[in-house]
């Protein structure tokens, strides 16, 4: 897959598209939640901090797609993933991608991303990764940033205190170009355009 990924894309494009114009995001979702992440902390040497960790089951999933040749990145939060999430996400990100440019989506195989249902904008293409296959995902590594540096040892009073949060994390993340370069960059995904 990842030799092949340049001439894959290719054969999935549709005719009209020049390679020239397309840019290439990876997209995916993660949830967040009372019942959160845990992670390592500073502490005096010796010692043992305790961390509280909720038992409530509240949580919101963002979507998010970054591209890490521009450096440009995309979200938004739903209480839940399915097929109507993905197709507004879909929607709203067509109209967040530049005038004249083609995105091509690598996505995962969860049935909301694969549904017949789902009405794909003519300025996106979406490009499936092979099955179990997560770490070929560079949003796998967005997410871990998040909850490390924003989201772990943390309580949520209610959803709208999630939302709250997690908008703040993802604004961190996406307001930083180098970071969303770095952290989403691949060799396979920057060879497309050879």
Aim: glycine fraction near 4%; charge should be neutral; include cysteine.
């Amino acid at each position: 897959y990842i030799k092949n990924f340049s001439g894959y894309v290719r054969s999935i494009l549709p005719k009209h598209i020049t390679i020239d114009s397309v840019d290439v995001w990876t997209q995916d979702e993660s949830r967040v939640g009372q019942q959160g992440s845990l992670t390592r902390i500073w502490a005096p040497r010796g010692t043992r901090p305790r961390k509280v960790r909720q038992q409530q089951f509240i949580s919101a999933h963002i979507y998010g797609a970054s591209c890490a040749s521009t450096g440009d990145s995309f979200g938004l939060i739903f209480p839940e993933t399915n097929t109507k999430s993905m197709q507004i996400y879909l929607d709203r990100l067509s109209a967040h991608i530049a005038l004249g440019r083609h995105a091509a989506v690598v996505i995962d195989n969860a049935g909301w991303h694969t549904s017949k249902e789902l009405l794909v904008p003519d300025n996106i293409t979406l490009i499936p990764l092979p099955p179990y296959s997560p770490e070929l995902n560079p949003m796998e590594q967005v997410w871990e940033w998040l909850k490390q540096n924003h989201l772990s040892n943390l309580t949520f009073n209610n959803y709208e205190d999630i939302v709250d949060r997690l908008s703040i994390a993802w604004n961190d993340f996406s307001n930083n170009v180098n970071l969303v370069k770095s952290m989403c960059c691949r060799q396979w995904i920057d060879n497309l355009s050879m």
